[in-house]
């Protein structure tokens, strides 16, 4: 049995997968990264469902994943450090969006709670364990995409001086 490239993008698209591969796209985390890589990080995510109400992780855990909303929407609820303070919604996450992407840099506590919305959710969750295994630490690859992008930046300047604009100006 063999299924054709239109064949598996079709079955692919209907899963979602591509969609959640042009999320991942816009991820400042995963920016540099190459399609393969944004494939194999779409191929280790998770499926993670929570009913209305349900949270997906609270304001002060430990983070560890990264999720993509996939159906539904999540509320973003912070509460203050002062004592009795009462959790305050600050955003919704709707459909493609993203939360958590922090977890995946460091291993700090999470700055707001998420919960399912007005509905059940569906997301996508990647742990740092797994990103880290397909691609290495993390600081890796923002290291070398800061290299790329000074890098980029120097020719660009080396360009501009050797084209005698350093000094020019806009202004007639």
Request: proline content about 1%.
């Amino acid at each position: 049995w063999k299924l054709g490239r239109a064949g598996f993008r079709s079955v692919q698209s209907k899963l979602g997968r591509g969609d959640l591969t042009k999320v991942l796209r816009k991820v400042d985390v995963f920016s540099s990264l190459s399609f393969a890589q944004l494939q194999q990080i779409r191929d280790s995510m998770t499926e993670v469902s929570a009913a209305e109400g349900d949270r997906i992780f609270r304001q002060g855990d430990v983070g560890d994943s990264f999720f993509v909303v996939m159906a539904g929407e999540a509320e973003v609820l912070r509460k203050s450090a002062e004592e009795g303070a009462e959790e305050v919604q600050i955003a919704l996450l709707g459909e493609a969006t993203y939360v958590g992407e922090r977890a995946l840099l460091k291993n700090e506590v999470r700055a707001a709670s998420i919960r399912a919305h007005a509905g059940p959710l569906k997301a996508m969750r990647l742990a740092r364990e797994d990103f880290e295994r397909l691609l290495g630490p993390l600081e890796k690859i923002l290291d070398a995409d800061r290299r790329a992008r000074e890098g980029r930046a120097q020719k660009e300047a080396d360009f501009i001086e050797s084209s005698g604009l350093a000094n020019a100006s806009r202004e007639s």
